[in-house]
């Protein structure tokens, strides 16, 4: 059991990649706090987790808001007397341009709104911030641990439609990188896992792709068809277990002096040529 005894808070748990790892974290031993704004879908992963007989909790918190995650982070000292790792994995796409399909809505750059900028900008950039603050005081008590945040692939390669999406993610890498250097001291890792896509049914394809618009589950045609990339390097799409899986080795001793990187979980090599889709 990698994470035997050990006690993971993943924001974002409810859903996608928080839930499938929060499942796998539990398979490998770990206490998990479910955190996440929907609580009927924390309750759900809570339910997952204790059906394969593990340990959680689920916690309401919007982690844009930095008293919430302060209190979601004490919530699970509370509950299970420490806190190992701190997985910041809640995200959200942007409203996009160019033109840019988001929520079935066509929308050119111009006419976004700093509504738009402020939302993506505070759950995916201001909310691996908060987390990570929170989480650091638990970390230092308990001698050291582990911080994890979901980048993407798209802070590393450009797509169409998401450059405020690409923005935050980005900004997450740096973050990621500067912290490896302020946290070692106290025996805190940082690192970050950059998916490519088609990993949650709640989370839309990116504008531009064959699969505009369409969840991953509508997009079985697609990947069947070899139209992506990603397929015809690696003869299958990913998944999120293929993400779940990296996020493991990034919060396990197995990567127990790797810090301050931001690693492209299932990209199957596309990030090496020039373009994906386009
Ligand atoms: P998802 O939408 O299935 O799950 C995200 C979860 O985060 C949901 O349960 C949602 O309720 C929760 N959430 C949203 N806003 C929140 C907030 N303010 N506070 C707390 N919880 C909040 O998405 P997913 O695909 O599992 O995405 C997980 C992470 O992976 C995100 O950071 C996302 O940006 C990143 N990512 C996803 C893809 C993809 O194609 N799915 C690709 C690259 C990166």
Partial sequence: MKLDGKVALITGGGSGLGRQSAQLFASEGASIAVVDIDPERAAGTVDLVEQQGGKAIAITADVSVEQEIVDAVAATVDAFGKLDIAFANAGVISRGGVPSVAGGEVVEFQDLTDGDWQAVLGVNLSGVFYTAKAAVPALRANGGGVILATSSAASLQAYHGIAMYSATKAGVNGLVRGLSLDLGRYGIRVNAIAPTH????????????????????????????????????????????????????????????????????TDGGTLSRVGMWF
């Fill in 198 to 265: 088609g990993m949650s049914p709640n989370f839309l394809m990116p504008a531009g792709s064959p699969v505009v618009g369409q969840s991953y589950e509508e997009t079985a045609g697609p990947w069947d068809s070899g139209i992506s990339p990603i397929s015809l390097k690696l003869n299958r799409p990913p998944s999120l277990r293929d993400n779940a899986h990296a996020a493991l080795f990034l919060v396990s001793d197995d990567s127990a002096y790797i810090s301050g990187v931001t690693l492209p979980t």
